[in-house]
């Protein structure tokens, strides 16, 4: 899987039976040029994003409770003075 860092090469081919007003949509929008080009960005379009939700959902390892202690301490934190006036 090209997406987490290996190439995979391997192609399938099938047939499908696609909605031509939405494929047409899709090749607008992607800027592809064709039906296999379409495809294969939305769905590359699509793991990716579901790659980045799961890390949205990620806890890293930290509690609320432990969030929040670093927000606190961080609100705390007395920025320098600017010279800007």
Do not use: C, H
């Not at 090749?27 to 379409?38: A, D, K, N, Y």
């Not at 294969?40 to 202690?69: D, H, M, W, Y």
């Amino acid at each position: 899987m090209r997406y987490l860092g290996v190439m995979d090469t391997t192609k399938k081919r099938t047939s499908l039976y696609l909605d031509e007003q939405l494929l047409g949509d899709a090749q607008r929008l992607l800027s592809t040029s064709g039906p296999t080009e379409t495809v294969n960005r939305a769905l590359k379009n699509a793991v990716e994003l579901e790659l980045r939700r799961g890390l949205l959902s990620t806890p890293f390892g930290i509690t609320a409770e432990e969030l929040q202690i670093m927000r606190d301490e961080r609100s705390n934190y007395e920025r320098p003075a600017t010279s800007g006036n």
